[in-house]
Nanobody
Framework: QVQLVESGGGLAQAGGSLRLSCAASGRTFSSYAMGWFRQAPGKEREFVAAISGSAGNIYYVDSVKGRFTISRDNAKNTVYLQMNSLKPEDTAVYYC????????????????WGQGTQVTVSS
């Protein structure tokens, strides 16, 4: 049974930073791509970032490029999302997800996801 547990969300001021973590269990972590999605109130879930198992392929949605960084530690079975220069429009529930391919994550395909963690950015 694959489990993904996010942590690190909270309240930040505009221009501030937060780091999200997602701990995975249930299968060989390094063999799978990991990604982050987010869903703001009244909006559809959107792709944020993805990273392949070896970290050789990384994708971001245009709105976070240069501000967010996805990384992974395969020894700790954990993926991270470092969020800098936060904006109020980054406010959303952030979900960790996994799939066999980072490209599939980029186009919104995933086979498991976590329960989400709230990120709120005040202006």
């Amino acid at each position: 049974q694959v489990q993904l547990v996010e942590s690190g969300g909270g309240l930040a001021q505009a221009g501030g930073s937060l780091r999200l973590s997602c701990a995975a269990s249930g299968r060989t972590f390094s063999s799978y791509a990991m990604g982050w999605f987010r869903q703001a109130p009244g909006k559809e879930r959107e792709f944020v970032a993805a990273i392949s198992g070896s970290a050789g392929n990384i994708y971001y949605v245009d709105s976070v490029k240069g501000r967010f960084t996805i990384s992974r530690d395969n020894a700790k079975n954990t993926v991270y999302l470092q969020m800098n220069s936060l904006k109020p429009e980054d406010t959303a529930v952030y979900y960790c997800a996994t799939d066999r391919s980072s490209f599939r994550l980029r186009v919104g395909v995933y086979d498991y996801w976590g329960q989400g963690t709230q990120v709120t950015v005040s202006s």
